[in-house]
């Protein structure tokens, strides 16, 4: 009689994404989003800076895929750079909000008490405002530019990632393995590295992958309204806003930015609804 064998839970976890084909479809568009936005100055022979006025707003054709800007520069070596920009403030701003909300509400949850109190407040203060007023009222701040936008981006989702780990970790402290752990005489750190973090992973990496999807648009966002990233840098929002000012004269300027930011964001949200089912994650924020 044969016996299964034993599959790790990320093997299993891995099979069920697969059997999820539009989520299993997402995880390979968005590998393919990567290699151009890393690769794309390689990969593609035109520079995204270098200005040919002889051939503005060109339409797009066999020489250039996605045509020329209003200062001819090539649009696909454009959006391919900007992919790469909104990516890399969309990936820093997430990991941001990662570690500080994670910290905090783990911090809160495990604690209680007082310090609970003082966190959730904390938390529920920001939560107050909505994301893009938020990293608007940051942008301005702090001022322009990818760094600033990160910044600002990062601590705008810090509470989403705070109040889920404190709802995880109110439920994981009452469980009897880390009872357990406290009479065996581990701190309070070690608990939380070796039972509390591990625990709530999973539904981590989902809040992760849904998160990056509204920080893409929240920088684009920003980036349209002209305090996000400034010139000569060019991220998917900006490109945007570019051809906007050109959008009945030669609207491909801002159709192929914009195509590529729904890419990028249906991509992600549907990886993180098959990460959800894959990892059977439920995800439920407590007050």
Same mark, same amino acid.
């Given at each position: 009689?044969?016996?299964?064998?034993?599959?790790?839970?990320?093997?299993?976890?891995?099979?069920?994404?697969?059997?999820?084909?539009?989520?299993?479809?997402?995880?390979?568009?968005?590998?393919?989003?990567?290699?151009?936005?890393?690769?794309?100055?390689?990969?593609?022979?035109?520079?995204?800076?270098?200005?040919?006025?002889?051939?503005?707003?060109?339409?797009?054709?066999?020489?250039?895929?996605?045509?020329?800007?209003?200062?001819?520069?090539?649009?696909?070596?454009?959006?391919?750079?900007?992919?790469?920009?909104?990516?890399?403030?969309?990936?820093?701003?997430?990991?941001?909000?990662?570690?500080?909300?994670?910290?905090?509400?783990?911090?809160?949850?495990?604690?209680?008490?007082?310090?609970?109190? +003082?966190?959730?407040? #904390?938390?529920?203060? %920001?939560?107050?405002?909505?994301?893009?007023? *938020? /990293?608007?009222? $940051?942008?301005? &701040?702090?001022?322009?530019?990818?760094?600033?936008?990160?910044?600002?981006?990062?601590?705008?989702?810090?509470?989403?990632?705070?109040?889920?780990?404190?709802?995880?970790?109110?439920?994981?402290?009452?469980?009897?393995?880390?009872?357990?752990?406290?009479?065996?005489?581990?701190?309070?750190?070690?608990?939380?590295?070796?039972?509390?973090?591990?625990?709530?992973?999973?539904?981590?990496?989902?809040?992760?992958?849904?998160?990056?999807?509204?920080?893409?648009?929240?920088?684009?966002?920003?980036?349209?309204?002209?305090?996000?990233?400034?010139?000569?840098?060019?991220?998917?929002?900006?490109?945007?806003?570019?051809?906007?000012?050109?959008?009945?004269?030669?609207?491909?300027?801002? +159709?192929?930015?914009? #195509?590529?930011?729904? %890419?990028?964001?249906?991509?992600?949200?549907? *990886? /993180?609804?098959? $990460?959800?089912? &894959?990892?059977?994650?439920?995800?439920?924020?407590?007050?």
């Amino acid at each position: 009689m044969k016996t299964s064998p034993i599959r790790s839970p990320l093997l299993q976890s891995l099979q069920k994404l697969r059997r999820r084909k539009t989520a299993f479809a997402s995880l390979i568009v968005l590998g393919i989003i990567l290699v151009l936005a890393l690769s794309g100055s390689v990969l593609y022979p035109y520079d995204p800076f270098v200005k040919d006025t002889a051939n503005r707003q060109m339409a797009p054709c066999l020489l250039h895929l996605f045509g020329t800007d209003n200062l001819g520069r090539d649009l696909l070596a454009r959006v391919l750079y900007g992919m790469k920009i909104s990516l890399s403030i969309s990936l820093a701003s997430v990991l941001f909000a990662l570690a500080a909300g994670t910290a905090l509400g783990v911090t809160a949850g495990y604690a209680g008490g007082k310090t609970d109190a +003082l966190l959730s407040l #904390i938390i529920d203060a %920001i939560c107050a405002f909505p994301t893009i007023l *938020l /990293g608007l009222l $940051l942008a301005t &701040a702090l001022g322009s530019g990818a760094r600033n936008i990160m910044l600002a981006i990062g601590i705008a989702n810090v509470p989403y990632f705070a109040r889920l780990a404190r709802s995880m970790a109110i439920t994981i402290r009452e469980r009897e393995y880390v009872e357990s752990a406290v009479t065996t005489g581990l701190n309070h750190f070690e608990i939380i590295l070796r039972y509390l973090l591990p625990n709530m992973s999973s539904v981590i990496i989902v809040q992760t992958s849904l998160s990056a999807a509204s920080a893409i648009i929240t920088e684009s966002t920003l980036s349209f309204i002209g305090v996000g990233v400034q010139p000569p840098a060019a991220s998917l929002g900006s490109l945007l806003r570019d051809g906007y000012d050109y959008i009945s004269r030669a609207p491909w300027l801002s +159709l192929f930015p914009g #195509i590529a930011i729904l %890419i990028a964001v249906i991509a992600l949200n549907f *990886l /993180g609804d098959g $990460l959800r089912d &894959a990892l059977d994650v439920k995800i439920r924020v407590d007050g």
